[in-house]
């Protein structure tokens, strides 16, 4: 059955803390990673990524993905209250029309 | 603002009734998809649309129906609601597959 497994389900830092969360997959017919922002409502999309050992980069935010120890980490340096939000991880494969199958989430508090 | 666009974006049902929970998108999107949020349980497929006319089931569909009749609209229909059924629900929709660009702001569902 495919999964995804993000951790730690919470966490809570103080501005300033780099931050980096997990995501662990077992998808058959792999195709990408995904990782999504959500705060009050709609999750927004932050990366994709395709390829192993290949750094993507938004500001403050990167990501990486291992397709060989099928992980990748998602990291946040100087964290602001903004930051705060729950996190999606999300696999995505060539099955069934090319599913996602998404993590539980990581849930972030930024406190002052 | 141009995107997706849900309602309700409250809605409380007894068991048993029916509902139509409306999907809109105004960027001529092919893919669309409807997910369910559960505490714990990240996102999951329930059913998706690869353009109008075109509709399949994701990972749970079972108590949903859909109908792709035009390129902007994907209703989610509820035919007889159960408890199991409260939930948030989002709207996806996408220019490049079910790799979901842009959500909907979703409809909090509370089935009694």
């Known amino acids: 059955e495919d999964k995804v497994v993000q951790s730690p389900l919470s966490l809570v830092v103080h501005e300033g803390d780099t931050v980096t969360l997990n995501c662990s997959y077992e998808?058959?017919?792999?195709?990408?990673l995904l990782w999504y922002k959500q705060e009050k409502k709609a999750p927004t999309f932050l990366f994709m990524l395709t390829s192993s050992g290949i750094e993507k980069k938004s500001g403050r935010l990167s990501s990486i993905l291992d397709k060989k120890e099928l992980f990748s980490i998602l990291n946040i340096t100087a964290t602001q209250t903004g930051d705060s939000a729950v996190y999606l991880c999300a696999a995505h494969s060539y099955n069934q029309g090319g599913k996602l199958i998404f993590g539980q989430g990581t849930e972030l508090s930024v406190k002052p | 603002n141009a995107g997706v666009t849900q309602t309700p974006k409250f809605q409380v049902l007894k068991t048993g009734q029916s509902m139509t929970l409306q999907c809109a998108q105004d960027?001529?999107?092919?893919?669309m998809s409807w997910y369910r949020q559960d505490p714990g349980m990240g996102l999951r497929l329930i059913h998706y649309?690869?353009?109008?006319?075109?509709?399949d089931q994701g990972e749970v569909p079972n108590g949903y129906n859909v109908s792709r009749s035009t390129t902007e609209d994907f209703p989610l229909r509820l035919l007889s609601a159960a408890p199991s059924q409260t939930s948030v629900y989002f709207c996806a929709s996408s220019s490049t597959g079910l790799v979901p660009q842009h959500f909907g702001d979703g409809t909090r569902l509370s089935i009694l």
């Open positions: 649309s690869v353009g109008a006319g075109i509709t």
């Open positions: 960027m001529n999107h092919e893919y």
């Open positions: 998808v058959t017919n792999f195709r990408s």
